[in-house]
């Protein structure tokens, strides 16, 4: 009987180990084999990553990449590992340095420093005071440069210091083809990154339930020391257009043209999309084909 314990335990013992393995190369950014997980009756199954069968749409963006949040497998891509401008997108990898900090609900005390960029700013003044967290918000949701400003000089001690800490977090989520300058992602000559690489730093972020809640923010009402409020509603209007679509960052510069990482959930799997390099009439049009071709099918029946 003993025997037949310790051989009835080995089935358990490999799915932890491979479950282990998959976990650890997942938390370094890498695409992990998915893991068999077992169902309700007991029979293991793998989670369902497959590649649509009909054929990807047509986008304008000069790049583009769809990969499957749990299991980091690429179901489409366009020129992804091509070295471009990625603008506020960037602030992706802002917002994990942040987080990597620790202490989020830290006092961040306003320099005038900080100001020191355009053109979209909150304006904040210096001697003002808030919370990590409250900043970090209006960094996703408003993409405001001069907060990234305060916030790398919080974490970082200087901007330069900070893009530092940003590629060093680039390279241990495997980020093999980006190198930042700054935490905004204004023009900066020899800053870049590539679609497949802003995936990665997407998945990252999308398993942060807190990047999460706020990237999915519609819109919230944001206080001033002195009392007055204002509203900051989200750049990303795939939030209010495409039902499914729960995040993420949104990004513009004459450089970089329209860029989007968007994510999206429906039939029991979750996307990420990223295009860059579209315009201003596509921007919108590419991801939701994307994503509404990754995501608007049958669940799976596995």
């Not at 995936?199 to 990252?204: F, H, K, P, T, Y």
């Amino acid at each position: 009987m003993k025997m037949i314990s310790r051989m009835s335990c080995f089935p358990c013992v490999r799915i932890t180990a491979l479950a282990f393995t998959a976990a650890l190369i997942t938390a370094c950014g890498g695409n992990p084999t998915p893991v068999m997980q077992p169902s309700a009756t007991g029979k293991v199954r793998a989670p369902s990553a497959v590649v649509p069968a009909n054929r990807p749409p047509a986008v304008a963006a000069e790049s583009a990449i769809v990969i499957d949040v749990v299991s980091g497998r690429v179901l489409f891509a366009k020129n992804a590992d091509t070295q471009r401008a990625v603008a506020s997108t960037q602030k992706i990898i802002t917002a994990l340095c942040v987080l990597d900090a620790g202490n989020i609900d830290k006092p961040v005390t306003i320099q005038a420093v900080d100001g020191a960029c355009e053109p979209t700013n909150l304006n904040l003044k210096s001697g003002e005071i808030y919370p990590r967290r409250e900043l970090l918000k209006v960094l996703m949701v408003k993409s405001a440069n001069d907060v990234a400003r305060a916030l790398a000089r919080d974490v970082g001690g200087n901007q330069e210091s900070f893009a530092a800490l940003m590629n060093s977090k680039a390279s241990s989520l495997g980020m093999r083809n980006s190198k930042f300058s700054n935490p905004n992602g204004l023009p900066m000559a020899g800053q870049y990154s590539t679609a497949r690489d802003m995936a990665i730093a997407a998945r990252a972020a999308y398993r942060s339930p807190l990047i999460r809640s706020i990237t999915a923010t519609k819109s919230f009402k944001f206080k001033f020391n002195n009392g007055n409020t204002r509203l900051i509603v989200n750049t990303n209007h795939l939030l209010k257009s495409v039902p499914y679509c729960d995040g993420l960052k949104t990004g513009t510069t004459n450089a970089a043209g329209r860029c989007l990482v968007a994510s999206g959930s429906l039939n029991g799997r979750s996307v990420i999309v990223v295009v860059l390099k579209s315009n201003t009439p596509n921007v919108w049009k590419d991801a939701t084909k994307l994503l509404g071709w990754a995501l608007e099918r049958p669940a799976s029946n596995i």
